[in-house]
Nanobody
Framework: QVQLVESGGGLVQPGGSLRLSCAAS????????MGWYRQAPGKQRELVAT???????YYANSVKGRFTISRDNAKITVYLQMNSLKPEDTAVYYC?????????WGQGTQVTVSS
């Protein structure tokens, strides 16, 4: 069974930084694309960033140049480094992976950007 556990969220001032972590319990973690999504109040969940097994990354335009996704296959963990945070980045951030035809999600971690 696949489990994803996010951590690292919190309250930060505009312009600040946070680093989210997602610890995964999945066999052959290194084989799978990992992603970060976010959902703000009253909005649909949206894709933030992904990283493939080969390390190829994708970013939503809204976070490009500010966020960095990375993975440590030895630690079975994926990270999201978030810099220059803006109030509009406020959301619950979710870790995701797809194994076969099934999508797996973590419980989410709250990020609040406010002065």
């Amino acid at each position: 069974q696949v489990q994803l556990v996010e951590s690292g969220g919190g309250l930060v001032q505009p312009g600040g930084s946070l680093r989210l972590s997602c610890a995964a319990s999945v066999r052959s973690f290194s084989m799978y694309t990992m992603g970060w999504y976010r959902q703000a109040p009253g909005k649909q969940r949206e894709l933030v960033a992904t990283i493939t097994s080969g390390g190829t990354t994708y970013y939503a335009n809204s976070v490009k140049g500010r966020f960095t996704i990375s993975r440590d296959n030895a630690k079975i963990t994926v990270y999201l480094q978030m810099n220059s945070l803006k109030p509009e980045d406020t959301a619950v951030y979710y870790c995701n992976t797809r194994v076969g035809v099934a999508d797996y999600w973590g419980q989410g971690t709250q990020v609040t950007v406010s002065s």
